[in-house]
């Protein structure tokens, strides 16, 4: 059975960091790659997050320009889990946070970023303010 749940959000103050975790089972990141994305009040869901393609043995992430220098995903196979640190946070980072899996094989050059998934977290709300 598949689940991912997201863990650490929370209220933070502008400036301040948190680490967001995805647990995951049911599968294994040979054949998926987990991506962040984000959705605030009225606003239209957006990647934060998104794997584009392999280099070497590199993999190349999308990060929005609202979020780059600021958030660096990481990933622990052993435990089965992918972070999204998030460093000097904003107001509008406020949100609700949700990873996702999508189909990836290394080597893949994708044509559609921060999309296709197949499973979705539960989500996680951080929300920055002071």
């Known amino acids: 059975q598949v689940q991912l749940v997201e863990s650490g959000g929370g209220l933070v103050q502008p400036g301040g960091s948190l680490r967001l975790s995805c647990a995951f089972s049911?599968?294994?990141?040979?054949?998926?790659?987990i991506d962040w994305l984000r959705q605030a009040p009225g606003k239209e869901r957006e990647g934060v997050s998104c794997?584009?393609?392999?280099?070497?043995?590199?993999?190349?992430?999308y990060y929005p320009d609202s979020v780059k220098g600021r958030f660096t995903i990481s990933r622990d196979n052993a435990k089965n889990t992918v972070y999204l640190q998030m460093n000097n946070l904003k107001p509008e980072d406020t949100a609700a946070y949700y990873c996702?899996?999508?189909?990836?094989?290394?080597?893949?050059?994708?044509?559609?970023?921060?999309?296709?998934?197949?499973?979705w977290g539960q989500g996680t709300q951080v929300t920055v303010s002071s």
């Open positions: 996702a899996a999508r189909p990836f094989l290394w080597g893949d050059q994708l044509s559609r970023v921060c999309d296709d998934y197949d499973y």
């Open positions: 794997i584009t393609s392999t280099t070497g043995s590199n993999d190349n992430t």
């Open positions: 049911g599968f294994t990141l040979d054949t998926y790659a």
